[in-house]
């Protein structure tokens, strides 16, 4: 304390838990910056995402295969596709851990979460790789 007085908090972590930096649930704040820096590698990623729909719009099908097959613009497609699903995954999980109380509902709501999480990046990427790698 500034005024070197005893702290009389109560604190009923354990010390191996104050000393790691862990809250209550174990895991200290990794979801936290997780979700926080998917956030952030968002912006420039759906911006690029933006920028490349916008110039496959209205050209023909070979045009648009072709620059899709562009290994840079694939590479930026497939970042964005896995930092959008993970960046969903985590806030559904958030939503669901808040508000689902039951235990069971929650457990399956957070398992169904990362089921649809991963078919929606896999269909993603699939879409993505037939394309860039000339398989369509």
Not at 11 to 40: N, Q, S
Not at 123 to 129: D, E, P, Q, R, S
């Amino acid at each position: 304390m500034a005024d070197n007085q005893a702290d009389t908090r109560v604190d009923r972590r354990t010390p191996l838990a104050r000393v790691k930096g862990l809250g209550a649930a174990g895991h200290g704040a990794e979801h936290w910056w997780i979700h926080r820096m998917t956030a952030v590698s968002n912006i420039p990623l759906i911006v690029a995402f933006i920028i490349i729909v916008a110039g496959l719009a209205f050209r023909p099908w070979e045009q648009a295969v072709a620059i899709v097959s562009r290994p840079l613009v694939a590479l930026l497609l497939i970042l964005a596709v896995i930092s959008v699903t993970n960046h969903m995954r985590l806030g559904m999980q958030i939503i669901i851990e808040d508000y689902v109380h039951d235990k069971g509902w929650k457990i399956a709501a957070v398992i169904a979460n990362n089921f649809y999480a991963v078919a929606i990046a896999v269909a993603c990427l699939w879409a993505i790789l037939k394309i860039s790698f000339g398989r369509f």
